[in-house]
């Protein structure tokens, strides 16, 4: 079946840092990848998507980059901010219409 | 559109009693998920429709576990009796055509069984 493994946390960073969570995934046919994030008490939010290889998507500063050849989808950010503190799940899309979320990823910005 | 809508926000109740989750999806979507988050397990997929017709009930975790989907527009997820390792986060999510742009959650029902 479908997998993801994502870079285990928590991880705290200092203000203005560069971010990388790592995301790895197994998956039948073509999925689409997206990066979702959970701010605390609340539901996820889509945070950006990739349909096809060596797609690249984005959102508010954060990138990731659709890696067919090492079925990769990591997510980066050049500078972090206290306000981006929150929950991270890699989750790819296959053809069965159902996301495999990965276990999360939590995200610590001090000032 | 006001999104993914659910109801109670916070529900608690007694051990054994039955419990009634809602949901109001995305006008328009054709899939809904019913989802569980503890610190425990993470994000549980319980069970998810297409068009109201149930297609994968393989997540929900016993026979006190049910959901319905009676018209586009509404589903529920019940539990009875309720266990208080039921406590929970249960979230409803839409999305259309495959999900291939991708799930829209709502804010969820946090359930506490004492």
């Known amino acids: 079946g479908d997998s993801v493994t994502q870079m285990e946390g928590p991880v705290t960073l200092s203000e203005e840092a560069f971010l990388t969570i790592n995301c790895t995934y197994t998956a039948t046919g073509y999925p689409s990848l997206f990066w979702y994030v959970q701010y605390p008490g609340e539901g996820l939010q889509l945070l950006l998507k990739?349909?096809?290889?060596?797609d690249k998507g984005s959102n508010k500063g954060f990138e990731a980059t659709y890696r067919k050849e090492t079925t990769s989808f990591h997510l980066e950010k050049g500078s972090v901010q206290v306000s981006d503190s929150a929950v991270y799940f890699c989750a790819p899309n296959t053809n069965a219409g159902k996301s495999t979320f990965g276990d999360g990823t939590t995200l610590t910005v001090k000032p | 559109d006001a999104g993914v809508i659910q109801s109670p926000r916070h529900e608690v109740t007694e051990m054994g009693q039955e419990v009634t989750l809602r949901c109001k999806p995305i006008s328009g979507h054709d899939y809904l998920f019913w989802y569980r988050q503890t610190m425990m397990r993470g994000l549980e997929l319980l069970i998810y429709?297409?068009?109201?017709?149930?297609?994968?009930d393989s997540g929900m975790p016993e026979d006190r576990f049910s959901a319905k989907m009676p018209n586009a527009s509404f589903s529920t997820l019940k539990i009875q009796p309720s266990e208080p390792r039921d406590s929970a986060v249960y979230f409803c999510?839409?999305?259309?055509?495959?999900?291939?742009?991708?799930?829209?959650f709502g804010s969820g029902t946090r359930l506490t069984v004492v």
């Open positions: 999510a839409s999305s259309l055509g495959r999900g291939r742009g991708g799930y829209t």
């Open positions: 429709f297409n068009n109201n017709v149930p297609i994968d």
């Open positions: 990739a349909t096809k290889a060596d």
